[in-house]
């Protein structure tokens, strides 16, 4: 099994120009999650998935849209891409155990430059 | 006020050295509590969950004062390996009991290890 696997892993962006980051998991997990990290900052939560077609906002989501087409995975999209949204964005994803989750599994990270 | 505020750290000790983070958290209707570990320039991976009762893996004991809102990390017999940011991690009350798995992560302690 691959896990949580993340594209692209590097990118510089031009203030305005658009982009998608593509989250893909293999291990038939239910919940899905996007967060950035920034120094000094911890990981944050931008949008999560309970689910295929489902998405909801996390702490952190203006600037971002997600879509959850198919159950494995998971699109954060950027389509103004800001400088304030220079960052690593992780994603991650679990599965519900009765009312209680799982542990969250992460990828690589996706580090993203916005000059 | 932070959900989740950590030791700002850096923490530098010498191998075989016993050491200790702490990390409180600001709601008390938290469902579960983790501690993460990141090494540098790569995703978090669990590295233990946190009971009331106290638990134990190997170097490693997590405990959880409820009361006090409170979570410690002690690592005993440091090893160079167990250089890396540390994570506080706690599972906020969600809408109808679930959290959806959601995380809240604190901003991490940075832990070196040196021969």
């Known amino acids: 099994n691959a896990g949580v696997t993340q594209t692209p892993k590097f990118r510089v962006l031009k203030t305005g120009q658009s982009m998608t980051l593509l989250c893909a998991q293999d291990m038939n997990h239910e919940y899905m999650y996007w967060y950035r990290q920034d120094p000094g900052m911890g990981l944050r939560l931008i949008h999560y998935?309970?689910?295929?077609?489902?998405?909801a906002k996390g702490e952190v989501p203006d600037g971002y849209n997600v879509s959850r087409l198919k159950k494995q995975n998971f699109l954060l999209g950027l389509e103004s891409a800001a400088p304030s949204q220079t960052s690593v964005y992780f994603c991650a994803s679990s599965y519900p155990v009765g009312s209680y989750t799982d542990t969250q599994y992460f990828g690589p990270g996706t580090r993203l430059t916005v000059l | 006020r932070k959900e989740v505020e950590q030791d700002p750290g850096p923490f530098n000790v010498p191998e075989g050295a016993t050491v200790a983070f702490n990390c409180t958290y600001s709601n008390s209707a938290s469902q579960s509590f983790f501690w993460y570990r990141q090494d540098c320039r790569k995703e978090p991976k669990l590295l233990m969950s946190v009971y009331s009762s106290g638990n134990e893996d190997g170097r490693f004991t997590a405990q959880l004062n409820r009361a006090s809102q409170y979570i410690s990390l002690l690592i005993r017999d440091s090893k160079l390996s167990d250089s890396a940011t540390y994570l506080c991690?706690?599972?906020?009350?969600?809408?109808?009991?679930?959290?959806?798995?959601?995380?809240?992560f604190g901003q991490g302690t940075i832990l070196t290890v040196h021969p």
């Open positions: 991690v706690v599972t906020p009350p969600g809408a109808g009991g679930t959290s959806y798995g959601k995380l809240t």
């Open positions: 998935s309970v689910g295929e077609g489902t998405t």
